[in-house]
């Protein structure tokens, strides 16, 4: 038991009992409201020109109205300084010896723990026999130094009032919320309701003790989720080191493929230049061996000209004729050819687009109160779907279109602009031709379905670029055009329309009127559980068991032929080439808008697309443009431009969360991010 209490001793002395300001055994301890004890003395000297001052460690402001001689004396840590034993105690002698005329006092054996006096064996005896100290405890001074007694000392001791030195505390001043004496008692706090200390601190512990679970489980909840954050960030850094892995490795392959690709092409060039090095030799040697005959046979011909005697000159006339017909009539073909072209795919160019790095961040602010701001107020909360246009409800027919708040005015509302995401090629193995895109459509809320019409198949894509599988083509027929219906897919395919399931199994296919080329699908009705098809310029509804709903005639007649359609929220878009405009019409076919040649900049309008906000999006080929519009037809401005690597643009669809895709005629999907301006 004594060692135990020693060490505890120790704990304290060098703990507990130390001021942290001047690292000195405390002196005069007040206690600050966080609990931090410190000397008197040094937070005196913390004071500034402020009404308080600031703790040391937590840093919480402290106001002092009364100064910090108004704070609480810390009588707990008072009463542990009476404990600690100073430095070279060891060697006490009798502290009554002096006072009984005993020079230089006789060393001490025994220890008053009531007197707190150290005695010699003759002084403690006396002080067992006087009538005033007989019931005093007396223990050995080695006991006393080893910490034997500390706790009976504990028990013992008297804290004194600082008001009333000579009086020991004996109550608690309950609206005063602090421990008085005696003399206290009978004087200003008469009137106050008090308690003996014994009482107050019998109340007053059960209350601590249930704070002090409270925070023990509080302090191990925090333990918890410390530990659990450094396993988070642990895990962080290990996920980390992975992707640097795979970052690394992705680059090194991507490096070796590309200078073992180099190596390729650059031997390629070298063996045909050499050839035709090789060839350029041999010609360069018959032309100086033509070269040297000429001239030898002119030089000749020459002086036979100009000395020979006119015998000579008939006589040589045949062979030097000969010979000059000969050499006047050489020809040689030049060695020609055309020069070696080199082609950079363009999906090569922009190696950014390598890697689609997702750091989950939120949404822009502004944007969900921009979207909440302009986007109709569903009747109640859409159910999760694949579909997007699942979760968008049929306006009415008289509702404008979209049905949203009236715009403002242009100089308003800025455009939307384009945020480039990704870029792929959607060329797979297996492919025996180069892709031809001719439909493009999202498949749920992640994925892009399109058509290549050229490999006769139906290929499934992230919006990263990563290939997800295909849908198996009903009678390996060339696709043209797709869109998501509900769960299941619809195309065409020559003139017929199909429904399948998105494992390939046909559930319905419809032969269609042979009057256009080729015939544009889009999902139509509230929920997108029905197809619209184009068909001699008008639509035709059909549900999912293949039967017709509807047929919308445009402005109330046939418009010929309607290349591309989109359609949201139950409006659709049209590029009509017969008349070289583009239509938006509600679902009975009342013309919203129309934009023509003039507002097309004189070109032949491509595909079209539509966002959850109303605006849709014109693809002009011939200028490798697409044009935003507003509802009611206000043009927006470019939205896609060269500067953007728009070439031939095909096909273009937006996906549920704002993902703007297009279809280029070499065969790449560019991904971009649709930001909408703050309002």
């Keep these: 038991m004594a060692s135990a209490a020693l060490s505890l001793s120790d704990a304290i002395a060098t703990d507990f009992l130390t001021c942290p300001i001047c690292l000195e055994r405390l002196r005069r301890p007040k206690i600050l409201p966080c609990l931090h004890t410190y000397c008197q003395g040094c937070l005196e000297g913390l004071l500034g020109a402020g009404p308080g001052l600031r703790c040391p460690e937590c840093r919480e402001d402290v106001s002092l109205p009364q100064g910090v001689a108004g704070l609480k004396t810390n009588f707990f840590v008072n009463g542990l300084l009476e404990l600690v034993r100073p430095v070279g105690e060891a060697g006490l002698t009798c502290a009554l010896c002096p006072l009984i005329g005993q020079e230089g006092g006789r060393p001490a054996v025994s220890h008053c723990l009531d007197c707190a006096d150290s005695l010699c064996q003759a002084c403690a005896t006396g002080h067992r026999c006087s009538r005033l100290t007989h019931a005093h405890r007396l223990v050995s001074l080695q006991g006393y130094l080893s910490g034997e007694h500390d706790e009976e000392i504990r028990q013992r001791q008297a804290v004194r009032c600082p008001e009333h030195p000579a009086e020991e505390v004996r109550f608690f001043c309950r609206p005063c919320a602090g421990p008085i004496c005696r003399e206290c008692r009978l004087g200003p706090h008469l009137e106050h309701p008090c308690q003996t200390l014994e009482e107050a601190a019998e109340a007053l512990r059960p209350l601590v003790a249930e704070l002090l679970a409270g925070v023990e489980e509080t302090a191990g909840r925090v333990a918890r989720g410390r530990a659990a954050l450094e396993e988070e960030l642990e895990q962080l850094r290990r996920h980390e080191a992975g992707l640097r892995d795979v970052v690394k490795r992705a680059c090194a392959n991507v490096a070796q493929r590309l200078l073992a690709q180099q190596e390729e092409v650059l031997a390629a060039l070298r063996r045909h230049v050499e050839g035709r090095e090789k060839a350029a030799g041999l010609l360069r040697t018959e032309l100086q061996l033509q070269e040297q005959l000429a001239r030898g046979t002119a030089d000749v011909a020459r002086k036979v000209l100009a000395l020979g005697r006119p015998v000579e000159i008939v006589s040589l006339e045949a062979l030097i004729t000969q010979q000059l017909s000969r050499l006047r009539?050489?020809?040689?073909?030049?060695?020609?050819?055309?020069?070696?072209?080199?082609?950079?795919?363009?999906?090569?160019?922009?190696?950014?687009?390598?890697?689609?790095?997702?750091?989950?961040?939120?949404?822009?602010?502004?944007?969900?109160?921009?979207?909440?701001?302009?986007?109709?107020?569903?009747?109640?909360?859409?159910?999760?779907?694949?579909?997007?246009?699942?979760?968008?409800?049929?306006?009415?027919?008289?509702?404008?279109?979209?049905?949203?708040?009236?715009?403002?005015?242009?100089?308003?509302?800025?455009?939307?602009?384009?945020?480039?995401?990704?870029?792929?090629?959607?060329?797979?193995?297996?492919?025996?031709?180069?892709?031809?895109?001719?439909?493009?459509?999202?498949?749920?809320?992640?994925?892009?379905?399109?058509?290549?019409?050229?490999?006769?198949?139906?290929?499934?894509?992230?919006?990263?670029?990563?290939?997800?599988?295909?849908?198996?083509?009903?009678?390996?027929?060339?696709?043209?055009?797709?869109?998501?219906?509900?769960?299941?897919?619809?195309?065409?395919?020559?003139?017929?329309?199909?429904?399948?399931?998105?494992?390939?199994?046909?559930?319905?296919?419809?032969?269609?009127?042979?009057?256009?080329?080729?015939?544009?699908?889009?999902?139509?009705?509230?929920?997108?559980?029905?197809?619209?098809?184009?068909?001699?310029?008008?639509?035709?509804?059909?549900?999912?068991?293949?039967?017709?709903?509807?047929?919308?005639?445009?402005?109330?007649?046939?418009?010929?032929?309607?290349?591309?359609?989109?359609?949201?929220?139950?409006?659709?878009?049209?590029?009509?080439?017969?008349?070289?405009?583009?239509?938006?019409?509600?679902?009975?076919?009342?013309?919203?808008?129309?934009?023509?040649?003039?507002?097309?900049?004189?070109?032949?309008?491509?595909?079209?697309?539509?966002?959850?906000?109303?605006?849709f999006y014109v693809a002009l080929r011939e200028l490798n443009k697409v044009m935003a519009f507003r509802p009611g037809g206000e043009a927006l401005g470019p939205f896609l431009t060269p500067r953007h690597g728009i070439q031939r643009a095909r096909v273009a669809t937006i996906t549920g969360d704002g993902h703007f895709a297009v279809a280029l005629s070499d065969g790449t999907v560019h991904v971009f991010r649709i930001q909408y301006p703050t309002q």
């Design 329 to 615: 009539g050489f020809h040689w073909e030049p060695l020609g050819g055309p020069r070696p072209r080199l082609v950079v795919r363009a999906d090569l160019q922009n190696l950014s687009s390598l890697f689609q790095l997702d750091l989950g961040e939120a949404e822009p602010e502004g944007r969900g109160k921009d979207r909440a701001q302009h986007d109709t107020p569903s009747p109640e909360p859409p159910a999760p779907s694949s579909e997007p246009q699942a979760s968008v409800p049929q306006p009415s027919a008289a509702a404008p279109w979209p049905p949203a708040p009236a715009p403002d005015p242009p100089s308003c509302r800025p455009p939307p602009t384009a945020r480039f995401s990704c870029s792929f090629s959607v060329r797979i193995p297996g492919d025996k031709h180069r892709p031809r895109v001719t439909g493009l459509c999202p498949l749920g809320s992640r994925e892009l379905l399109l058509a290549d019409e050229e490999n006769r198949s139906l290929k499934r894509f992230s919006l990263q670029g990563d290939f997800r599988g295909a849908v198996p083509v009903h009678g390996g027929v060339a696709p043209c055009s797709v869109a998501a219906v509900g769960s299941r897919v619809a195309y065409t395919a020559g003139s017929r329309l199909y429904l399948a399931e998105r494992d390939g199994a046909l559930v319905w296919q419809k032969a269609l009127r042979t009057t256009q080329a080729s015939h544009a699908v889009t999902s139509a009705a509230e929920g997108g559980e029905a197809v619209a098809v184009s068909v001699a310029g008008h639509l035709e509804v059909y549900d999912t068991r293949g039967e017709l709903v509807e047929k919308i005639f445009p402005d109330g007649h046939d418009r010929l032929a309607m290349v591309f359609v989109a359609s949201r929220c139950g409006r659709y878009v049209a590029s009509d080439w017969h008349r070289r405009s583009v239509v938006a019409f509600d679902g009975h076919g009342q013309l919203l808008a129309e934009l023509g040649e003039e507002r097309l900049e004189q070109c032949q309008p491509g595909a079209v697309c539509t966002d959850d906000r109303g605006h």
